[in-house]
């Protein structure tokens, strides 16, 4: 990068407006309000769990990256690669004591900020224990399951 007038504080990594390294430090402390402000005004969180579902706007972003990290423990990310518009992040995290991976991709608005989450968990075992344990979290708001559901 030639200096600061070529790149705004949101997108350059490792600033204090990076939205991809705020977001990671927040969910390793499972600060969801921190999390939240980094998230586009319209963001998108793709279950790994379902593909198929999309969690979309704030209110349901919340619940469900909510339940998310009140889920996982020990989490800690290890490393982010990419620019521009789009990030991976590598990192892992104990779920009912087996160890979880996780290859989150994320996609950035023109501003920097998260527009959409797309997470890839393992092993099967730790994806499985996972789903069991937020499924019921999330069941809880049953309009939420339909919306992302009705893309």
Request: net charge positive; glycine share 10%.
């Given at each position: 990068?030639?200096?600061p007038?070529?790149?705004?504080?949101?997108?350059?990594?490792?600033?204090?407006?990076?939205?991809?390294?705020?977001?990671?430090?927040?969910?390793e402390?499972?600060?969801?309000?921190?999390?939240?402000?980094?998230?586009?005004?319209?963001?998108?969180?793709?279950s790994?769990?379902?593909?198929?579902?999309?969690?979309?706007?704030?209110?349901?972003?919340?619940?469900?990256?909510?339940?998310?990290?009140?889920?996982?423990?020990?989490?800690r990310?290890?490393?982010?690669?990419?620019?521009g518009?789009?990030?991976?992040?590598?990192?892992?995290?104990?779920?009912?004591?087996?160890?979880?991976?996780?290859?989150?991709?994320?996609?950035?608005?023109?501003?920097?900020?998260?527009?959409?989450?797309?997470?890839?968990?393992?092993?099967?075992?730790?994806?499985?224990?996972?789903?069991?344990?937020?499924g019921?979290?999330?069941?809880?708001?049953?309009?939420?399951?339909?919306?992302?559901?009705?893309?």
């Amino acid at each position: 990068m030639s200096g600061p007038a070529s790149t705004s504080p949101a997108q350059e990594p490792g600033t204090i407006g990076d939205a991809v390294s705020r977001y990671c430090a927040a969910s390793e402390t499972g600060d969801i309000e921190a999390v939240m402000a980094t998230l586009a005004p319209d963001p998108e969180v793709v279950s790994p769990i379902s593909g198929r579902l999309v969690f979309r706007g704030r209110d349901d972003a919340r619940l469900v990256l909510g339940a998310v990290y009140g889920t996982v423990k020990d989490l800690r990310w290890t490393e982010q690669v990419g620019d521009g518009t789009l990030r991976v992040v590598l990192g892992e995290a104990r779920v009912a004591g087996v160890r979880l991976t996780d290859a989150q991709v994320f996609e950035l608005d023109p501003d920097g900020r998260i527009r959409r989450i797309t997470p890839h968990l393992r092993p099967w075992l730790a994806l499985t224990l996972f789903a069991a344990l937020l499924g019921p979290k999330v069941a809880r708001r049953p309009g939420v399951v339909r919306r992302a559901l009705s893309g």
